[in-house]
């Protein structure tokens, strides 16, 4: 009922593009900041960006500035992660999150993660 749905991901050769979309179910995130994390096989789970509840802060790990751009439509309770000039070693299964407060509970919400694959 209360869930992270991220949407998006597929195979792309490198250079090309994709556009992430991570969508709430059963519940608003338009007061929350939201984050992307990915996880390649065989590593740990790591941080990629972040969006403050307004969309007015925006923070990118240094090994995707430049390249990738995080967005928000809270009209459309959905928060975006545009994939560009991407590179083999982007190559993960990216999540979307959430920490909430008290109204949801002081839950940590994740997706089920979108395979993102970058390949000649």
């Known amino acids: 009922q209360l869930q992270l749905v991220e949407s998006g991901g597929g195979s792309v050769q490198p250079g090309g593009s994709l556009r992430l979309s991570c969508a709430a179910s059963?519940?608003?995130?338009?007061?929350?900041?939201i984050s992307w994390f990915r996880q390649a096989p065989g590593e740990e789970r790591e941080g990629v960006s972040c969006?403050?509840?307004?969309?007015?802060?925006?923070t990118y790990a240094d090994a995707v500035k430049g390249r990738f751009t995080i967005s928000r439509d809270n009209a459309k309770n959905t928060v975006y992660l545009q994939m560009n000039s991407l590179k083999p070693e982007d190559t993960a299964v990216y999540y979307c999150?959430?920490?909430?407060?008290?109204?949801?509970?002081?839950?940590?919400?994740w997706g089920q993660g979108t395979q993102v694959t970058v390949s000649s």
């Open positions: 999150n959430l920490k909430a407060d008290y109204r949801l509970g002081f839950r940590d919400f």
């Open positions: 059963g519940f608003t995130l338009d007061y929350y900041d």
């Open positions: 969006i403050s509840s307004s969309g007015g802060s925006r």
